[in-house]
């Protein structure tokens, strides 16, 4: 195939892509006819998205209201009534779509998001920004093995940490396992990676909060170490601590570690560390201890069972104790937006299909049910 031919051909699709965008009665119409009529549509387009986002702005705007409201009556001991939610669903967008102007050069249109990075972008930014390159598990096993001995030492239950990982990956999950991408699937949904599917974001976080900790903890196992292992520990141990010194470079507030792990090299190099067999276990077991302490410190003693450990992994330790300490009798008639920023409820498939909490909680406790009974679920348990 010779290259003219080739560019040829891709010339003709792109051009076919584009006519094919175009309404049938506008594909031979005149230049300026064409226009019209994309003018017409993108008012159209554009009237019915402005009603829509004054609707949506006043209902989250209210949600954020309530929020503010039954924090402020938790801290003054006052009892948590239905009033105090917001008790209709969010509005939907039911306009017609925007429609693609026909003079656009080929490329992503104003509504497109760059696409999300994956796995290997996030070792080649490692390697690139701090030299380090995870060292992966021997197997699935050796990293539940891992993953297991780190919750059992923090103090968390077989039941919470199967219940979880059951959920978030469907009790088959590996640890290498991205947000959307499997066998059948080949398009990441998110940068979630791992057992209970930790966000870049989380990475960067726990790493600022907490890399004191896990730097201590390798230094110790270094300690138990000789020869060639003891030197890659120490390798290991010197990435990390550059990779904490990075995440605190900014204020430590998920806004900026936000920033930091979405929109720099580093940041994304710093996710990476999920897929080592002895830095990625101490992460995510972290994430859940750090919901379980965030639960006692609001003197909540009673021990979270699986389902409500996950709702606040699912949610942000506050919106997810919200749900938690709600009482028993309102569950069926507050819906699950009043726990979700408009973006993270637009990205939620359960909580929009779920609809209200009992429905969410109930949806959570039958998958970690179903997932429980798979193989990968059922080595994570034999593990403990």
Same mark, same amino acid.
């Given at each position: 195939?010779?290259?003219?031919?080739?560019?040829?051909?891709?010339?003709?699709?792109?051009?076919?892509?584009?006519?094919?965008?175009?309404?049938?009665?506008?594909?031979?119409?005149?230049?300026?006819?064409?226009?019209?009529?994309?003018?017409?549509?993108?008012?159209?387009?554009?009237?019915?998205?402005?009603?829509?986002?004054?609707?949506?702005?006043?209902?989250?705007?209210?949600?954020?209201?309530?929020?503010?409201?039954?924090?402020?009556?938790?801290?003054?001991?006052?009892?948590?009534?239905?009033?105090?939610?917001?008790?209709?669903?969010?509005?939907?967008?039911?306009?017609?779509?925007?429609?693609?102007?026909?003079?656009?050069?080929?490329?992503?249109?104003?509504?497109?998001?760059?696409?999300?990075?994956?796995?290997?972008?996030?070792?080649?930014?490692?390697?690139?920004?701090?030299?380090?390159?995870?060292?992966?598990?021997?197997?699935?096993?050796?990293?539940?093995?891992?993953?297991?001995?780190?919750?059992?030492?923090?103090?968390?239950?077989?039941?919470?940490?199967?219940?979880?990982?059951?959920?978030?990956?469907?009790?088959?999950?590996?640890?290498?396992?991205?947000?959307?991408?499997?066998?059948?699937?080949?398009?990441?949904? =998110?940068?979630?990676?791992?057992?209970?599917?930790?966000?870049?974001?989380?990475?960067? =976080?726990?790493?600022?909060?907490?890399?004191?900790?896990?730097? =201590?903890?390798?230094?110790?196992?270094?300690?138990?170490?000789?020869?060639?292992?003891?030197?890659?520990?120490?390798?290991?141990?010197?990435?990390?601590?550059?990779?904490?010194?990075? =995440?605190?470079?900014?204020?430590?507030?998920?806004?900026?570690?936000?920033?930091?792990?979405?929109?720099?090299?580093?940041?994304?190099?710093?996710?990476?560390?999920?897929?080592?067999?002895?830095?990625?276990?101490?992460?995510?077991?972290?994430?859940?201890?750090?919901?379980?302490?965030?639960?006692?410190?609001?003197?909540?003693?009673?021990?979270?069972?699986?389902?409500?450990?996950?709702?606040?992994?699912?949610?942000?330790?506050?919106?997810?104790?919200?749900?938690?300490?709600?009482?028993?009798?309102?569950?069926?008639?507050?819906?699950?937006?009043?726990?979700?920023?408009?973006?993270?409820?637009?990205?939620?498939?359960?909580?929009?299909?779920?609809?209200?909490?009992?429905?969410?909680?109930?949806?959570?406790?039958?998958?970690?049910?179903?997932?429980?009974?798979?193989?990968?679920?059922?080595?994570?348990?034999?593990?403990?």
């Amino acid at each position: 195939m010779n290259r003219h031919w080739h560019r040829v051909c891709w010339t003709g699709l792109i051009a076919a892509l584009l006519l094919a965008a175009v309404p049938a009665h506008a594909q031979n119409a005149p230049p300026d006819v064409v226009a019209g009529d994309y003018r017409a549509r993108l008012a159209q387009y554009t009237q019915a998205r402005r009603a829509y986002d004054e609707q949506a702005t006043a209902y989250w705007d209210k949600v954020v209201e309530k929020r503010r409201a039954r924090n402020a009556k938790r801290r003054g001991n006052l009892p948590i009534q239905l009033t105090d939610y917001v008790l209709t669903q969010p509005p939907v967008y039911t306009g017609p779509p925007r429609p693609v102007d026909p003079a656009a050069p080929p490329g992503p249109g104003p509504e497109e998001k760059p696409p999300i990075p994956v796995v290997a972008d996030f070792l080649k930014a490692a390697a690139e920004q701090f030299g380090f390159v995870p060292e992966r598990p021997a197997s699935e096993v050796e990293f539940k093995r891992a993953y297991a001995q780190a919750a059992s030492t923090a103090g968390l239950t077989r039941e919470q940490i199967v219940g979880v990982y059951a959920f978030e990956t469907g009790g088959n999950g590996t640890y290498d396992m991205q947000a959307g991408i499997s066998p059948t699937r080949t398009r990441a949904i =998110s940068p979630a990676i791992g057992y209970n599917q930790l966000l870049s974001t989380n990475s960067v =976080s726990l790493l600022a909060e907490h890399g004191n900790l896990f730097l =201590s903890i390798l230094r110790q196992k270094a300690k138990t170490l000789n020869g060639d292992a003891k030197l890659a520990m120490e390798r290991k141990i010197e990435a990390l601590r550059r990779m904490v010194a990075y =995440s605190r470079t900014v204020p430590d507030n998920w806004n900026e570690h936000d920033r930091l792990a979405k929109t720099t090299p580093g940041g994304m190099g710093i996710h990476a560390v999920i897929l080592d067999r002895d830095i990625g276990p101490l992460l995510q077991v972290q994430k859940l201890l750090d919901s379980a302490k965030f639960a006692r410190a609001k003197r909540y003693d009673m021990p979270l069972t699986a389902a409500e450990l996950e709702l606040m992994n699912l949610t942000g330790d506050g919106n997810g104790f919200d749900m938690v300490t709600m009482p028993h009798d309102l569950r069926a008639q507050v819906p699950t937006a009043n726990f979700f920023q408009q973006s993270g409820y637009e990205r939620n498939p359960v909580a929009r299909r779920t609809g209200v909490v009992a429905a969410l909680i109930a949806d959570i406790e039958g998958k970690m049910r179903s997932g429980a009974q798979s193989q990968g679920a059922r080595d994570l348990a034999a593990a403990f």
